[in-house]
């Protein structure tokens, strides 16, 4: 079992920046891929991005260019800088590791 803790999240207007972190209790040696997801109202969960302890990282069309996900391996935390927000940003936004999930850290953007 992996302790997810998550923080960051909050209003902001349409625009603006966020950064979000996720502290994991512990990585397990040779299984490295930590991620964000989210999910809005009446929406399923969807990958939002996620990167490799070397630093390959990967994102859903929908936030490239406008998030960036980073780690640092050290304090096994990843982090999610999304600026240029949007109202449709809006949900809350999980960390995800191997099977283990974040409470969540809601993010809402206002127009």
């Known amino acids: 079992q992996v302790q997810l803790v998550e923080s960051g999240g909050g209003l902001v207007q349409a625009g603006g920046s966020l950064r979000l972190s996720c502290a994991a209790s512990r990585i397990i040696f040779g299984i490295n891929l930590m991620g964000w997801y989210r999910q809005a109202p009446g929406k399923q969960r969807e990958l939002v991005a996620n990167i490799t302890s070397s630093g390959n990282a990967n994102y859903a069309d929908s936030v490239k260019g406008r998030f960036t996900i980073s780690r640092d391996n050290a304090k096994n935390t990843v982090y999610l800088q999304m600026n240029s927000l949007k109202p449709e940003d809006t949900a809350v936004y999980y960390c995800?590791?191997?099977?283990?999930w974040g409470t969540g850290t809601l993010v809402t953007v206002s127009s």
């Open positions: 995800n590791y191997l099977n283990n």
